[in-house]
């Protein structure tokens, strides 16, 4: 019979550099940092409390519970820190390679996301929000119709879920490299 104490210790891996910086950054450079990831307030305090990470995965999880949480006050920080589809902020690069999709756009399209988007910004009072890294300006417009008839709840919960994959993403930006 084989016992725990004839296996050597395992080795805990070090975490990915970027992961390590981030995990050092002093705790104003971390705020900023993942205000740029989500501007709610909530989850930026609830990522910063749990710092230092082993692991992505480890911040993901934490990232996710964070959102899971957030009230409606919250998700409306968090999305307002989010410009409407087809018009990304004036040089803001992230905003920009997010948003590609519609970068090439006919002029038609764009026209029509415009008028979607105010109806959507009317009908729930907020912008539309959608993951919209890797969609085209088509896919992005399809969404948009058929989210104008949810109702506000099941809406702020499609939200929640598009913020948490959006925040992955910025999670992982912010992670990468060395």
Request: charged share 25%; with cysteine; glycine share 8%.
């Amino acid at each position: 019979m084989t016992t725990s104490s004839q296996h050597p210790p395992r080795e805990v891996p070090e975490p990915p550099a970027g992961l390590s910086r981030f995990n050092a950054f002093d705790d104003s450079v971390a705020r900023a940092a993942l205000r740029e990831v989500c501007a709610s307030t909530a989850w930026v305090n609830k990522l910063l409390a749990q710092r230092p990470y082993a692991t992505v995965e480890a911040l993901f999880l934490a990232g996710d519970a964070a959102m899971a949480g957030l009230g409606a006050d919250d998700l409306a920080e968090a999305m307002a820190g989010h410009p409407p589809i087809g018009r990304p902020k004036p040089g803001d690069p992230t905003s920009s390679r997010e948003q590609s999709g519609m970068a090439g756009a006919s002029e038609e399209l764009k026209a029509e996301m415009l008028e979607l988007n105010l109806t959507y910004q009317d009908t729930f009072g907020h912008v539309f929000l959608i993951c919209a890294t890797g969609r085209t300006g088509e896919q992005m417009r399809d969404a948009v119709r058929e989210r104008i008839g949810n109702t506000p709840e099941q809406e702020r919960e499609i939200v929640r879920t598009e913020l948490g994959k959006i925040n992955r993403i910025r999670l992982t930006r912010l992670v990468a490299g060395s």
